[in-house]
């Protein structure tokens, strides 16, 4: 096996978190949940202590700057000292509007809803994050444009999805790659990203 590098173990960080995910999705249990998130925990370390052997940060840094962003991202919850504020927002959508609003002071360079939303996110990840931010940019004309009749139940939705996956690929499709391209499209329509000043 070669030197360790952040790309090398890029893989290995995205399948800890997906482990960690079924153990959730699957109800695993409590014990089995302990040891997956070590096992994510060991990948932060890893990549903290190769940034720690070029100097860059180590860490103690990342956990530091971890505490910062939450206090500063969350006034409704930490005052500027980190100890908690007396009360909290009534409901979710208070806070997720909160939270927009520090994300928006503190990334003004982010000059289109979209932007931050990682591009090698998996497709339907990806589409997700993108109705919620079109949602919560007030776009959601442009998302309810897309929308189909679907089952109420989520295994019914996911027979339906692996049923397009597999109709796709009897057909000669790739089921990702269109999807890839409707989400280019579905953000091409929800406004042109502004000019860089």
């Known amino acids: 096996m070669g030197a360790l590098t952040h790309e090398s173990l890029v893989e290995y960080l995205l399948e800890e978190a997906y482990e960690v995910a079924e153990t959730i999705e699957t109800g695993a249990g409590e014990a089995e949940l302990q040891s997956e998130l070590g096992d994510v925990l060991l990948q932060v370390v890893l ?79 990806r589409a997700q994050k993108l109705l919620d931010r079109a949602e919560r940019a007030g776009l959601a004309a442009a998302a309810a444009e897309t929308a189909v009749d679907l089952p109420a139940a989520e295994e019914e939705l996911g027979d339906l999805l692996f049923g397009i996956v597999a109709a796709a690929r009897a057909g000669g499709l790739d089921a990702e790659r269109a999807l890839r391209g409707a989400l280019r499209r579905f953000q091409d329509s929800a406004g042109p990203r502004p000019s860089a000043q």
Do not use: C, Y
Request: no cysteine; hydrophobic share 40%.
């Open 47 to 125: 990549h903290a202590r190769l940034a720690e052997e070029r100097g860059a940060f180590d860490l103690g840094d990342v956990a530091r700057g971890l505490r910062a962003k939450m206090i500063r991202r969350n006034p409704h919850v930490f005052r500027p000292d980190g100890s908690l504020q007396d009360s909290f927002p009534a409901t979710v959508e208070e806070i997720v509007l909160k939270w927009d609003a520090v994300k928006k002071a503190e990334k003004p360079e982010r000059g289109h809803v979209f932007d931050g939303v990682p591009a090698s996110l998996g497709a339907l990840a």
